[in-house]
């Protein structure tokens, strides 16, 4: 449950509640922000998501790398992913 | 069999673990072991599920630490959640993996089966959505965690202040990092070399915390990112400065790890918990000081102050030996029960139900990749890389 996915910003969706809709793998749904105050996200920027929450800017290459590394993990990789599916948050 | 090969760059793999044998085995100090503790729970995973260990040379040996947030949680809070889950009018949210650990009373998945409202959730604030749907019900959070997952249990909380929610609450388990590591320093047991520092509650915490690692213990830590790669680097790193005669905190994960952490996400812990005394972790005892309960601002979410709790305690399972496995005093097939009694279909203990247990990492991949150790042997003859 450590296991954090890169995901894409889509867009900011509420600025005052800092939530912003994100991609992973296709998937697009709503995140928390909030623990990336003060740094500006844009659309397209990558970010690491754990638990619904953008956890870390990451660039480019580091989603590429760390997309790579998790799909390797296999079955709890598609875990995450059916998860993050799942999710509808406030 | 695929092997090096599954490797990102199967040529730089090759190269570092060239370079980690050199420096393992070139100080003259023939027959020396090097003993590393990977902290966290992800890296085992990684280890095991790329055959790592099988890489490295004899004179390297990767020892399992406690930072797998399922594993460490004692069978005691299992049963007070199943306790919770099990009043009337409540739903019970919680993260999937903790959904099959096993209390003394079966897990909050049987729980379900008998009739409770357990939910999984993947969102702390996926639990307080539930809460603002079901006005007449009271929903549970079962929060657990290092400090990579604490601060989006704190942002929940912030938000169900803000939104005026009355009928949610959290059953808090979060820990932090740093005591069971000083916990494993203090340990008779086991002599370590050096650690692999976590990549993912580092960018959290920063790096600064591990310094009393270096500072008071004299041993070098390498905050490590996931990757296989970054694992063989890490290793590289913590033998170079034993080479070199440093003993540093150094980030091998600087691309995601800022050194001083995430400071927003530190000012939301503070805002939203405490320490706690002291808190019971799994085969480890009480740790005083390693976990956090929410402080009186927030007093009124927390389940333990809101419900008569019974604040159960039992002791681990007389099978169970995840506390050695915890402190890497011994590997997850010396466990009488591994593969037999327990296993991640019928977890006796809490290390082989998280894939970031040592013991389902090793269920799943350890015994694959012994039968491919061969080959790796062979494979490993290969150029030296010199710097
Ligand atoms: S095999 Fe089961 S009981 Fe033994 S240490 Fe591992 S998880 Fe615990």
Not at chain 1, 9 to 26: C, F, H, I, Q, S
Not at chain 1, 69 to 74: H, L
Not at chain 2, 340 to 358: K, L, N, R, W
Not at chain 2, 368 to 377: I, K
Request: proline share 6%.
């Amino acid at each position: 449950m450590c296991l954090g996915i890169p995901g894409q910003v889509v867009e900011v969706t509420d600025e005052a509640g800092r939530l912003a809709k994100v991609d992973v793998n296709g998937v697009q749904r709503i995140i928390s922000i909030r623990l990336l105050d003060g740094q500006p996200l844009e659309p397209g920027d990558w970010v690491l998501v754990h638990v619904g929450f953008a956890m870390a800017r990451i660039d480019q290459h580091e989603a590429d790398l760390t997309l790579a590394a998790v799909k390797q993990m296999g079955q709890s990789y598609y875990d995450e992913v059916e998860a993050f599916n799942s999710t509808a948050i406030v | 069999m695929k092997f090096v090969d599954e490797f990102r760059d199967p040529a730089a793999a090759r190269a570092l673990v060239a370079a980690i044998r050199d420096l393992a085995d070139g100080g003259g100090d023939g027959g020396q072991v090097f003993k590393f503790m990977e902290v966290c729970g992800g890296h085992t995973h990684t280890i095991y599920r790329h055959g790592i260990e099988h890489l490295l040379p004899p004179s390297v040996e990767l020892v399992h630490g406690p930072g797998c947030p399922v594993c460490v949680i004692p069978m005691g809070r299992v049963d007070d959640a199943m306790w919770l889950a099990e009043k009337p009018d409540t739903i019970f949210t919680s993260f999937g993996d903790m959904m099959r650990v096993p209390g003394s009373r079966g897990s909050l998945l049987e729980a379900k089966a008998r009739g409770a409202d357990v939910r999984f959730v993947y969102s702390p604030l996926d639990s307080l959505r539930i809460a603002i749907e079901n006005p007449d019900k009271h929903v549970v959070f079962f929060a657990v965690g290092f400090e990579t997952t604490a601060p989006s249990t704190a942002v929940t909380l912030v938000r169900a202040k803000d939104l005026g929610v009355t009928n949610f609450s959290v059953f808090c388990n979060h820990v932090t990092i740093v005591p069971p590591i000083k916990a494993i320093l203090d340990s008779p047991d086991l002599r370590l070399d050096g650690f692999l520092g976590p990549g993912h509650v580092s960018t959290v915490v920063g790096n600064r915390p591990y310094r009393f690692v270096t500072e008071v213990y004299r041993k070098p830590i390498v905050v490590a990112g996931f990757e296989p790669l970054d694992i063989l680097a890490s290793v590289h790193m913590l033998l170079a400065q034993i080479r070199e005669g440093r003993c540093e905190v150094e980030n091998q994960y600087s691309r995601v790890v800022p050194e001083e952490g995430n400071p927003q996400a530190i000012a939301l812990l503070s805002q939203v918990f405490e320490l706690r005394p002291h808190f019971e972790w799994r085969g480890l005892g009480f740790i005083s000081q390693s976990a956090l309960k929410l402080n009186d601002d927030y007093a009124e979410f927390d389940a333990e102050l809101r419900f008569d709790m019974p604040g159960i305690r039992v002791a681990d399972p007389k099978a169970c030996q995840c506390g050695e496995v915890l402190k890497g005093v011994i590997k997850p097939w010396e466990c009488k029960v591994f593969g037999t009694a327990c296993t991640p279909e019928t977890p006796i203990g809490t290390c082989m139900v998280s894939p970031e247990g040592a013991c389902a990492a090793y269920y799943n991949f350890g015994r694959l990749h012994r039968e491919t150790a061969m080959m790796v042997g062979q494979r490993s003859e290969l150029p030296v890389l010199t710097k």
